[in-house]
């Protein structure tokens, strides 16, 4: 159960949503109806988060793999739900789900977790990050990872559930993060 009551989606107030939605009709998420209890904050927040999620200059593959580790990292049931969905349309596939998970030793998941630890890049993984990605790639990496680690923390501190028919992976039945 939730902590803060989602404001219900018959009350959503379109113009704060208008940074995400652009004005169109969007389906009930659980995430922005708690969002909604604070619209200055809502606005302001869907207009960075917007940008990361559909004006990022990342690849999708790449922008999912890295909010799904720090959604796994933070054991954040709707975060993980939910981008499990987006990741899959981007075609990330099961084995690098359960690379994810299991904090295999790829290049995205050494750096996520160093930043997550140190908040720091060793040179090492920023030099082998910028093989591949450049400077605005770096900048939308480190800024995703920042971003969606603090929607983690919302999310679990209010205990936002998955939106209905969103399956969370069984995230809560497993043991500690990798």
């Known amino acids: 159960m939730t902590r803060l009551r989602p404001v219900p989606y018959e009350e959503w107030d ?19 109806g ?12 869907l207009t960075f988060s917007t940008h990361l999620l559909y004006r990022s200059t990342l690849p999708a593959r790449t922008r999912e793999l890295t909010i799904l580790r720090v959604a796994w990292r933070h054991r954040c049931r709707y975060e993980w739900a939910h981008h499990v969905l987006i990741a899959r349309e ?24 160093e930043l997550e630890t140190t908040s720091y890049l060793s040179d090492d993984v920023y ?5 591949h990605m450049d400077e605005r790639q770096l900048m939308d990496f480190v800024f995703t990872v ?24 069984g995230m809560s039945d497993r043991g500690p993060a990798a």
């Open 146 to 169: 920042g971003a969606y680690r603090m929607q983690a923390l919302a999310y679990n501190t209010f205990e936002v559930e998955p939106d209905p028919g969103m399956d969370d992976g």
């Open 127 to 131: 030099e082998e990050l910028a093989k």
């Open 90 to 113: 981007a075609g990330v596939t099961e084995e690098e789900l359960d690379e994810v998970r299991q904090g295999a030793g790829t290049l995205l998941n050494r750096a996520v977790d």
């Open 14 to 32: 379109g113009e704060v949503l208008r940074p995400l939605t652009g004005g169109r009709t969007v389906p009930p998420s659980n995430a922005l």
């Open 34 to 45: 708690l969002l909604l209890n604070h619209p200055q904050l809502a606005k302001a927040f």
